[in-house]
């Protein structure tokens, strides 16, 4: 289906904004899932700081404790190395998690508590190792033996413990969220992408159509200003044609009209003048001039003789002659009248069935042509044909009424009417007899009002196959022919295959 400017418009700008709704919606989304994973990254590298710290200070604790024992049990100061180590780096450890922990207001108290039980820790260890450097073994044993540090000291490993499980459950659910979030931005990518290319693609293809037929009709206004010249050359060509037809019309009109009226004329005034002798002769007989034997010789009247002669011989031929001339003019007037209402017949295209058509005007004439023997055949390759069918019938008539009364006297009449299809969608009927023929110099002639060829043995005033010409005429086609004397004659009639289309030119 053609796309109209204004519809492409209204398309091209439907899928721009569609286009770009996806794109601010991609990009939208985009940015909000970017923000969200952020969030979610931050929360498990808080999670993993605060895990890690945890970790650490309870290890440093538990690495201070364990050089505690070793050195209490075995009194070996080499014992004393990761106390040492451990204890340096509590403090700090023990800032960090508090760092880590202070946007959480809820730790608050926790910590205090774990920086109470941590310095109760550090205070037992070194009190004990104070001691046993003293050599006060068993002093430093009691201490522990008090359980006050080991209270403290799970106190701690409960809080590192609990602290540990929460960063790891953050930790998962912050993974969990990043991956959901990585799914929904592939998946709006993947959904976007598709819209976009959707959107790309439809506008692709509306601009390349439009285009296309932008191309189609440059190129079919190129070629319609290259076949300009040829159309309007054709297009002179058939006005001068039918001008110069008018033309001959209107001499072979007055021609064969002023001929009658010659006649008319001249019988007219043989008329007039027979009268006169009549009237001279009816006055010389009133006034006894005029004798019985035929007139004195010295008189001027007319004799009876005379008298006689125009009244029973010339004057009946002479109305005779008239009369004759007037039903001549008559009858061309008459035919000027049946082809000028002919051209201005209101034509009805219609799909006709042209073998059958064809068949029907054949079956008219088919007793004529058999009672001599002869025999009509039809080859008809053209099923269809749009054309307006009175006009059609008519011309398939006149040719075939002319074929039987113009047929050869020594030899059986054949018929034969072939259709088929030429280019520039048009069809070309044949109507071919083996008739009597029509001379060379008639080709044309016969075409023409009033105008007959060869031996006129058959009454008609030669109007037929100028009416036919008319009627082709009128339908878009032309007629020709194509005969040679004593052997035959083809009638060619060539048809545009739908008249619709020569009757929508002619109102351009």
């Not at 770009?20 to 994973?37: C, P, Q, Y």
């Not at 040829?230 to 110069?244: C, F, K, P, Q, Y």
């Not at 006649?263 to 027979?274: A, C, K, Q, R, Y």
Request: with cysteine; glycine share 8%; proline share 3%.
């Amino acid at each position: 289906m053609p796309i109209s400017s204004s519809a492409f418009v209204r398309t091209t700008t439907l899928l721009l904004i569609v286009g770009f709704l996806a794109l601010a919606g991609i990009l939208g989304t985009t940015i909000w899932l970017v923000e969200r994973s952020q969030v979610y990254f931050n929360e498990v590298v808080e999670a993993r700081d605060a895990r890690t710290t945890t970790v650490d200070l309870r290890t440093a604790l538990q690495d201070a404790e364990t050089g505690q024992r070793g050195f209490i049990i075995t009194g070996e100061e080499s014992y004393l190395e990761p106390y040492q180590a451990a204890t340096d780096t509590i403090d700090a450890r023990l800032a960090d998690l508090e760092r880590v922990l202070l946007p959480y207001p809820q730790a608050a108290e926790p910590m205090a508590k774990l920086r109470d039980d941590i310095a109760l820790k550090l205070a037992e260890m070194a009190q004990t190792v104070d001691l046993m450097r003293a050599g006060q073994r068993e002093a430093a044993t009691a201490v522990v033996q008090t359980d006050a540090g080991k209270a403290a000291m799970d106190r701690s490993r409960q809080f590192f413990d609990a602290l540990i499980r929460a960063a790891d459950e953050r930790l998962t659910t912050g993974v969990a969220d990043q991956r959901a979030a990585t799914t929904a931005l592939r998946w709006v990518t993947v959904i976007g992408a598709f819209v976009i290319f959707v959107v790309v693609g439809g506008a692709a293809w509306t601009v390349l159509t439009y285009t296309r037929e932008i191309a189609a009709a440059r190129r079919e206004i190129e070629a319609a200003k290259e076949n300009l010249e040829d159309r309007v050359s054709e297009r002179t060509a058939d006005l001068g044609r039918a001008n110069e037809e008018i033309q001959r019309f209107a001499y072979i009109v007055t021609h064969d009209l002023r001929a009658p009226l010659v006649n008319i004329m001249g019988f007219t005034s043989e008329l007039e003048t027979n009268v006169g002798i009549l009237s001279a002769y009816m006055a010389a007989a009133q006034a006894g001039e005029c004798a019985a034997d035929g007139g004195s010789s010295g008189s001027t009247a007319p004799s009876f003789d005379e008298a006689r002669v125009a009244a029973t011989e010339d004057l009946p031929e002479a109305i005779g002659f008239i009369r004759a001339a007037t039903r001549k003019m008559d009858g061309l007037i008459n035919a000027i009248l049946k082809i000028s209402r002919e051209g201005r017949r209101q034509l009805k295209p219609e799909s006709l069935d042209l073998p059958e058509l064809i068949g029907t005007s054949a079956d008219a004439i088919h007793h004529q042509v058999a009672d001599n023997g002869g025999a009509i055949s039809a080859d008809i390759a053209v099923p269809h044909l749009v054309s307006d069918k009175l006009s059609l019938e008519q011309v398939l008539g006149n040719l075939l009424d002319n074929a039987v009364k113009y047929r050869h006297p020594q030899r059986p009449l054949e018929v034969a009417i072939t259709a088929s299809h030429v280019p520039g969608n048009r069809v070309k009927i044949a109507v071919k007899d083996n008739g009597r023929g029509i001379a060379n110099t008639d080709h044309e002639r016969v075409f023409e009002l009033f105008r007959r060829s060869g031996v006129q043995s058959q009454p008609g005033e030669g109007i037929g196959l100028a009416h036919v010409r008319t009627m082709v005429r009128s339908l878009g086609g032309d007629i020709t022919l194509a005969s040679e004397l004593g052997v035959g004659t083809t009638f060619f009639i060539d048809l545009p295959r739908d008249l619709r289309s020569h009757l929508g030119s002619q109102g351009k």
